[in-house]
Structures are given as structure tokens and as C-alpha cells.
């Protein structure tokens, strides 16, 4: 039965794919726009440093990895921060368990997409701070929420090591990985004509888009459900990056749904104060 919906949910995605072809092609040009202008500079570079970073044993600097993980992520953004935990944990350096558990608070929008983006939609500095605060704030929540339950292993030093070239690699395959995902979700939500709440869930720079110069109600919350739960196109970005050293995806999901949750609560009182 499941099987069968599968396939009908491909042949009728397939119909629609040639019945708006043309609007596939737009779909795909903005979402290499997207990626080209918003995403594959600040994305490429970060994945490079915290690349090199993690073959000079920074994380070592650290009493807790999972400090220097949150740090590097709120200064990369995502994916990057399932990239550098991928890392870790391939080079031994970090446990599975500390891993996975790491996944729930380390989730954070690129700082300067969000601090653009936020500006653009709301035209005011104290609202964007504001929102910014509490995107960080949640995942701090979070970690204090979590923090008894890592490990916290002692760190061994390393050999340095540095290849430019398989950083640069590393970091071209992520980035062509996100290009697909974000024209995937916008493609999909383009042609099935969702609408603007289903479409930020799917992809969260479409759905952040489409707020912009709109006068609605709860305009704070919902940005905040965009930017808080990260759309399901960072979602696969990051499941694709785990799959690579089998780190359990549902951690990131948790993770998300109690950073949203928080999120929407800190919205609401920061509102009525």
C-alpha cells in the first residue's frame, strides 16, 4: 500500500513537472540564485575554516567540544554545524552519543542571511535584534536542557594535519548537496501551488521571502516557525551530511521542534512585555 502511494505521488509529480515546465525552469533558476547570492559564499568558505580548525585541534582548546560545536555554529550557520559535528565524530574526537545530543542546539540560521533577511521583513533594527536574541537564546535552552546527559570526554591531541584540497572538496560536495535540496523544495512547492505557511516549512528562505511587505497577523511568530525549525530543505541537507558516519537524524528533528517551540514562547512574552 505505502509502495503504491509512492509511486502515485512520482507519476503525478512527473504530470506536473511537464504541464509547468516553464515554471520548473523559473523555480530552478531562482533557487540557483538563491544558492549563488544567499548561501554558496558565507556556506563554502565556513566549511573550509572549520575544516582546517578541526585538523589544528582547536576543539582541544576547548574543557567541552560541545562548547567550541555551539561557538562555530552560530558563526557558520547551517549546515555547516552537522558538517563540523560529522567531523568530530569521524576523527574520534567526538563520542556518538555526544554527537547526536549535540545535533539538538546547534542549529543556527547563517547570521548575516538572518540578520538581512529579518531587516528586510520587518524594517526594524530592535525587532530584528530582538528575534536574533531568541533565535540564539533557544538553543541555549536547549543545552542547558541536555547538558547532564553529555559525556564530556577527555580529548586526545591529534596529529596536525592540513590538505587545503580535501577541505576544498569537502566543501564543493556539501554545497552542490544544498543547491540540489533547496531546488527540490522549491520546485516541489512551486508547482503544487502551496501556500506561503507550507512553503516556509518546506523551504525556509522561499518562505521568509514571501513575508516580506506582507500585513499580517502574528507575522513575528510565524517567521520565528520558519527560522526555528529550518525547513525541510535544511533538514535533508543535514540527514544527507549524518548519513555519512550513520549519526541518527531524529536528534536534529527533536531538536527542532523544541527549539520552535521555545521560540514561539519567547516571541509571545517578549510581545506582550
Same mark, same amino acid.
Given at each position: 500500500?505505502?509502495?503504491?502511494?509512492?509511486?502515485?505521488?512520482?507519476?503525478?509529480?512527473?504530470?506536473?513537472?511537464?504541464?509547468?515546465? !516553464?515554471?520548473?525552469?523559473?523555480?530552478?533558476?531562482?533557487?540557483?540564485?538563491?544558492?549563488?547570492?544567499?548561501?554558496?559564499?558565507?556556506?563554502?568558505?565556513?566549511?573550509?575554516?572549520?575544516?582546517?580548525?578541526?585538523?589544528?585541534?582547536?576543539?582541544?582548546?576547548?574543557?567541552?567540544?560541545?562548547?567550541?560545536?555551539?561557538?562555530?555554529?552560530?558563526?557558520?550557520?547551517?549546515?555547516?554545524?552537522?558538517?563540523?559535528?560529522?567531523?568530530?565524530?569521524?576523527?574520534?574526537?567526538?563520542?556518538?552519543?555526544?554527537?547526536?545530543?549535540?545535533?539538538?542546539?546547534?542549529?543556527?540560521?547563517?547570521?548575516?542571511?538572518?540578520?538581512?533577511?529579518?531587516?528586510?521583513?520587518?524594517?526594524?533594527?530592535?525587532?530584528?535584534?530582538?528575534?536574533?536574541?531568541?533565535?540564539?537564546?533557544?538553543?541555549?535552552?536547549?543545552?542547558? #536542557?541536555?547538558?547532564?546527559?553529555?559525556?564530556?570526554?577527555?580529548?586526545?591531541?591529534?596529529?596536525?594535519?592540513?590538505?587545503?584540497?580535501?577541505?576544498?572538496?569537502?566543501?564543493?560536495?556539501?554545497?552542490?548537496?544544498?543547491?540540489?535540496?533547496?531546488?527540490?523544495?522549491?520546485?516541489?512547492?512551486?508547482? #503544487?501551488?502551496?501556500?506561503?505557511?507550507?512553503?516556509?516549512?518546506?523551504?525556509?528562505?522561499?518562505?521568509?521571502?514571501?513575508?516580506?511587505?506582507?500585513?499580517?497577523?502574528?507575522?513575528?511568530?510565524?517567521?520565528?516557525?520558519?527560522?526555528?525549525?529550518?525547513?525541510? !530543505?535544511?533538514?535533508?541537507?543535514?540527514?544527507?551530511?549524518?548519513?555519512?558516519?550513520?549519526?541518527?537524524?531524529?536528534?536534529?528533528?527533536?531538536?527542532?521542534?523544541?527549539?520552535?517551540?521555545?521560540?514561539?514562547?519567547?516571541?509571545?512574552?517578549?510581545?506582550?512585555?
Amino acid at each position: 500500500m505505502k509502495r503504491n502511494f509512492i509511486y502515485l505521488t512520482i507519476f503525478i509529480l512527473i504530470i506536473l513537472i511537464f504541464q509547468n515546465y !516553464s515554471l520548473v525552469l523559473s523555480s530552478t533558476i531562482n533557487a540557483v540564485n538563491i544558492w549563488l547570492y544567499k548561501v554558496f559564499p558565507y556556506l563554502f568558505i565556513m566549511i573550509i575554516i572549520n575544516d582546517t580548525l578541526v585538523n589544528f585541534d582547536l576543539e582541544s582548546k576547548f574543557k567541552n567540544t560541545s562548547i567550541y560545536i555551539f561557538i562555530m555554529s552560530l558563526l557558520s550557520g547551517s549546515p555547516t554545524s552537522a558538517v563540523i559535528i560529522n567531523n568530530l565524530y569521524q576523527k574520534n574526537i567526538l563520542s556518538k552519543n555526544d554527537a547526536n545530543l549535540t545535533l539538538l542546539f546547534t542549529y543556527f540560521a547563517n547570521p548575516l542571511f538572518l540578520y538581512t533577511m529579518l531587516n528586510s521583513i520587518f524594517n526594524d533594527k530592535a525587532i530584528t535584534i530582538k528575534l536574533i536574541a531568541i533565535h540564539y537564546l533557544s538553543n541555549i535552552i536547549i543545552y542547558f #536542557l541536555f547538558k547532564k546527559k553529555l559525556e564530556q570526554s577527555n580529548i586526545t591531541q591529534n596529529k596536525i594535519t592540513f590538505d587545503i584540497s580535501d577541505s576544498i572538496k569537502k566543501a564543493m560536495n556539501t554545497t552542490t548537496m544544498v543547491l540540489g535540496a533547496i531546488t527540490f523544495y522549491l520546485v516541489i512547492s512551486n508547482i #503544487l501551488s502551496l501556500n506561503l505557511f507550507v512553503r516556509g516549512l518546506l523551504e525556509m528562505t522561499q518562505g521568509l521571502n514571501q513575508l516580506i511587505g506582507l500585513d499580517i497577523s502574528f507575522k513575528e511568530i510565524i517567521t520565528m516557525i520558519f527560522i526555528s525549525f529550518g525547513g525541510l !530543505s535544511i533538514h535533508t541537507q543535514v540527514k544527507c551530511i549524518l548519513n555519512e558516519s550513520n549519526l541518527e537524524y531524529k536528534y536534529f528533528l527533536k531538536g527542532r521542534i523544541y527549539q520552535t517551540i521555545i521560540s514561539i514562547i519567547l516571541t509571545i512574552v517578549t510581545q506582550t512585555c
